[in-house]
T-cell receptor
Framework: DAGITQSPRHKVTETGTPVTLRCHQT?????MYWYRQDPGHGLRLIHY???????DKGEVSDGYSVSRSKTEDFLLTLESATSSQTSVYFC?????????????FGPGTRLTVL | GEDVEQSLFLSVREGDSSVINCTYT??????LYWYKQEPGAGLQLLTY?????DMKQDQRLTVLLNKKDKHLSLRIADTQTGDSAIYFC????????????FGTGTKLQVIP
């Protein structure tokens, strides 16, 4: 395993509540990512980080924010959860050179918004 | 934006070969990847191929790349029940780390 953990692994919450998911790595990798996985869509990038306090948006960033105050932790926050954010969320870290990216994935967090 | 397409489902008998196909649109792709996802787990990198290669073999896995047609395939020889999983192809364009695009995934079912 690449030393990536996610917490919580499962969460059920109600519409309108804030939710924070945590990704923790022990590999000291610079790049970290948050994806969501939905049937028929594969994995879609929400946000990514290229260093402490350096983050940028992916293709489905609306309704999500992220923070990275330490190399090892990357937090994903749903400010006000909606049912459309019910999904499985994966964190990933990346190693490799500028163009050859090898991503290692965490075990995922299954989020249900009622 | 870039699209990566895969068929959703493939069923094969144990011992047969499996071929999972993928088409992509980004002509600037530098590396193409195959990931495996077992139930309840994250994705694991299986293999990758550089865009100037036509073929790569790694034990039971053979990756074929047709850059002209933007077609990538993964062949699994002597498919086993442990190969049952969802397989994702992915490409990285010239944007580097932030431009990894995943396909929709193909669920492989191996029948004993």
């Amino acid at each position: 395993d690449a030393g990536i953990t996610q917490s919580p692994r499962h969460k059920v919450t109600e519409t309108g509540t804030p939710v924070t998911l945590r990704c923790h790595q022990t590999e000291n990798h610079r790049y970290m990512y948050w994806y969501r996985q939905d049937p028929g869509h594969g994995l879609r990038l929400i946000h990514y980080s290229y260093g402490v306090k350096d983050t940028d948006k992916g293709e489905v960033s609306d309704g999500y924010s992220v923070s990275r105050s330490k190399t090892e932790d990357f937090l994903l926050t749903l400010e006000s959860a909606t049912s459309s954010q019910t999904s499985v969320y994966f964190c990933a870290i990346a190693s490799g050179g500028l163009t050859r990216v090898e991503q290692f994935f965490g075990p995922g967090t299954r989020l249900t918004v009622l | 934006g870039e699209d990566v397409e895969q068929s959703l489902f493939l069923s094969v008998r144990e011992g047969d070969s499996s071929v999972i196909n993928c088409t992509y649109t980004d002509s600037s792709s530098t590396y193409l990847y195959w990931y495996k996802q077992e139930p309840g787990a994250g994705l694991q990198l299986l293999t990758y191929i550089f865009s100037n290669m036509d073929m790569k073999q790694d034990q039971r896995l053979t990756v074929l790349l047709n850059k002209k047609d933007k077609h990538l395939s993964l062949r699994i020889a002597d498919t086993q029940t442990g190969d049952s999983a969802i397989y994702f192809c992915a490409e990285i364009g010239d944007g580097g780390y932030q431009k990894v695009t995943f396909g929709t995934g193909t669920k492989l079912q191996v029948i004993p």
